[in-house]
């Protein structure tokens, strides 16, 4: 029998976490994930400072830099039909290091993760999708496409946005009002765009280009799904892009939150348990936090090896709800004014006449000292 202390449903940047650390404490932990790996992610690829606090747990903070990437020196700010406004990022100290975003591919990130929480204990089975989900006299049954099963007393959803688990156990309801969607693809870097992080609204959405290095860069676009075809011309024009590219897409752009990320010995974390909006660049570094925070709870009150209490589902519940809390105000911020095109359309220029607000809003989003990393 397949059997372990977790499984842990997804290898994106919160399970690979929760996996690594929990394993790091001794557990017996089965990463089951869908895609083979090394896998594309629609994503806009850029590591938020806040993320380092937890690679530097993990031991990764080095080989993350050593990846091929790039670290933005600038902001520039565009609505079309407006001038753009550039602001300097600068990097941050924190304990006497420096602490950067950093544009990444997830691909080459998400796998390094994975191979982390392998070296630190846990087992990983790509290419290895979860159907079902199954209780039995307390303990889980997981099985996957091929039928094969696995057992644990826990299991940690991690398998994002679209979550599998968290459907299949009610933690949310399937239907969402959200009707946008995003978009993303690796296009011939802009060369006028160098070094530049550049966000820019358009009449119908908005969309992020990010200086990946070697000549290419990542742009992620966002708006409702009858906008999109529009938008994505209207980027492609802007941009140059005139060689054919493989846009990836993925739906929805948000959810309403679950109602308990823990409940019954599941534990939901990442974008499972909450999405939060893509346009600052936070969702990252909200999953590697949040599937740290779940690790410590498992591994701490009553340990991995005793049954799922009540007392440890009431930790994360709470200690999820203050880690998402605070400093989002600017994410809720975009994601209102995503929602409605128009009145982004018609405030944003008002943004770009007051550069020091928008270098105030900028530095809140990438300063990771106002958030609650410790
Ligand atoms: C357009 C867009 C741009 C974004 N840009 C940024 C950005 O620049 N910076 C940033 O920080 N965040 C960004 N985000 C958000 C970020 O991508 C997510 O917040 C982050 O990936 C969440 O990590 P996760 O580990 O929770 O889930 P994911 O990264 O989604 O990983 C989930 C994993 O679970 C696997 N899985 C799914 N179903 C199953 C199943 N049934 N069985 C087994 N495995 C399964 C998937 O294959 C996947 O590998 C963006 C999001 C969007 C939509």
Redesign the pocket.
């Known amino acids: 029998m397949n059997q372990y202390d977790l499984i842990v449903?997804?290898?994106?940047?919160?399970?690979s976490t929760c996996a690594a650390l929990c394993a790091h404490q001794g557990g017996r932990i089965m990463i089951?994930?869908?895609?083979r790996f090394p896998?594309d992610?629609?994503?806009?690829?850029?590591?938020?400072p806040a993320v380092w606090a937890i690679l530097d747990r993990l031991g990764l903070s080095s080989a993350v830099r050593a990846l091929p990437s790039t670290v933005p020196s600038t902001m520039r700010f565009s609505v079309s039909g407006h001038h753009e406004l550039e602001i300097p990022i600068v990097s941050t100290t924190c304990s006497a290091s420096s602490i950067e975003e950093r544009i990444v591919r997830?691909r080459d990130f998400?796998a390094l993760l994975a191979a982390r929480a392998c070296e630190m204990g846990a087992e990983f089975r790509d290419g290895?999708?979860?159907?079902t989900l199954r209780c039995h006299s307390g303990i889980w049954e997981v099985t996957l496409a091929s039928g094969e099963t696995y057992h644990a007393r826990r299991i940690v959803a991690?398998?994002?946005?679209?979550?599998?688990i968290a459907r299949l156990q009610r933690h949310y309801s399937p239907r969402t009002k959200d009707g946008r969607i995003?978009?993303?693809a690796h296009i011939p870097h802009p060369s006028d765009y160098d070094g530049a992080l550049a966000m820019r609204i358009y009449r119908n959405g908005y969309g992020?280009l990010?200086d990946l290095g070697s000549g290419m860069a990542n742009l992620?676009l966002?708006a409702n799904k009858d906008s999109m075809k529009e938008l994505r011309r209207e980027a492609e024009l802007y941009y140059r892009i005139s060689t054919p590219v493989v846009w990836r897409s993925?739906t929805p752009?948000s959810r309403s939150q679950v109602l308990a990320p823990a409940r019954n010995g599941i534990y939901l974390?990442?974008?499972?348990a909450r999405?939060?909006e893509?346009f600052t660049?936070?969702?990252?570094?909200?999953?590697l936090r949040s599937?740290a925070l779940l690790a410590d709870i498992l591994c701490t009150s009553g340990g991995l090896t005793s049954p799922p209490s009540s007392l440890q589902d009431r930790s994360y519940r709470l200690a999820h709800a203050q880690l998402y809390g605070r400093n989002l105000w600017i994410n809720r911020l975009t994601r209102f004014l995503s929602e409605h095109p128009r009145i982004a359309h018609l405030t944003a220029p008002l943004l770009l006449r007051h550069p020091s607000l928008l270098s105030f809003l900028t530095k809140k989003v990438l300063n990771p000292k106002n958030s609650d990393v410790e």
């Not at 449903?9 to 399970?15: L, R």
């Not at 991690?158 to 599998?164: L, P, Q, T, Y």
């Not at 974390?269 to 499972?272: E, K, P, S, T, V």
């Not at 660049?281 to 999953?287: K, Q, T």
Request: with cysteine; net charge negative.
């Open positions: 449903v997804g290898a994106g940047p919160a399970g089951l994930e869908a895609a896998r992610k629609v994503c806009g690829d850029c590591l938020n997830r998400d290895s999708p979860v159907t991690a398998d994002g946005r679209n979550s599998v995003g978009i993303q992020g990010a992620c966002v993925i752009i974390c990442g974008d499972a999405v939060v893509p660049g936070e969702g990252i570094s909200y999953a599937g």
